[in-house]
């Protein structure tokens, strides 16, 4: 193989966290892009859910969300970022069924939880709400910004402030990306629905091993699966526990 062939090889498999053309454009505008979705994500979400309810307050959070990570996307796909390979799967079932148990050990003894009905069934409509939307299309969304778009921007932003090149690996700047995107993760959710402490401390959990991921990695798939995973053993484990209790 020659040497120009050996160094297009080397660009078509180095990870975006190493700097190149695909994250060039990613600066502090994409950070204030970032930061105006998830804004406007809140305040129309609440706005919404109060005026008309919950499922369009749900989808204007969504939309809010989404429309910066396009607008970043626009500029540049980070390279690698959306590739997939088969040990996501893997990723996904021990890691997210780790964060659940994480949760479970943090809630302590106690009963299963259930969705509250009157006659001991499921709500109408929970496999669109609770399965469907919360379990498979939330964790999209929801990694698509938090780790997908802001990690990437902000760890991009910290590096150049930092001015570390990127032989130096992904220190210091990955951990701060790491730490910061979860707190906003976890911070956002405790706006939308406050949640017990158990809960908070799990979707911290879930925010540092996502975003991790995200940086070992390179990927974003890993990060979407586990959280896709650590969501739906919850609405499995609430309607087990409604059918049962």
């Known amino acids: 193989m020659t040497a120009p062939a050996r160094e297009r090889r080397s660009r078509r498999h180095r990870p975006w966290w190493r700097g190149g053309s695909s994250v060039r454009r990613w600066n502090s505008e994409v950070l204030g892009w970032a930061a105006l979705g998830l804004g406007t994500a809140l305040l129309a979400g609440f706005a919404l859910g109060s005026l008309v309810g919950p499922t369009w307050g ?33 990723y996904a079932v021990v890691l997210g069924s780790a964060v659940r148990l994480v949760q479970g050990w943090l809630a302590g003894p106690g009963p299963m939880p259930t969705y509250p009905t009157l006659d001991g069934s499921l709500p109408p409509l929970w496999w669109a709400d609770e399965l469907l939307a919360g379990g498979v299309v939330a964790p999209v969304v929801e990694e698509f910004f938090f780790r997908g778009m802001l990690l990437v921007a902000l760890f991009t932003v910290v590096r150049r402030m930092l001015r570390r090149p990127a032989s130096e690996g992904i220190l210091p700047a990955g951990v701060i990306a790491v730490v910061v ?65």
Do not use: C, E, K
Not at 65 to 89: E, N, Q, S, Y
Not at 182 to 210: E, I, K, M, R, Y
């Open 58 to 90: 749900t989808v204007a959070l969504w939309v809010a969300l989404i429309v910066p990570v396009v607008f970043a996307f626009r500029r540049g796909v980070p390279r690698g970022l959306l590739a997939f390979r088969a040990v996501d799967l893997l």
């Open 181 to 245: 995107t979860a707190g906003l993760f976890v911070l956002a959710h405790q706006l939308v629905s406050p949640v017990a402490l158990d809960v908070a401390l799990s979707l911290s959990v879930l925010g540092l091993v996502t975003g991790s991921l995200v940086m070992f990695t390179g990927r974003i798939w890993p990060a979407v699966l586990v959280h896709v995973v650590y969501n739906l053993t919850g609405v499995g484990l609430t309607v087990l526990g409604t059918l049962l209790g």
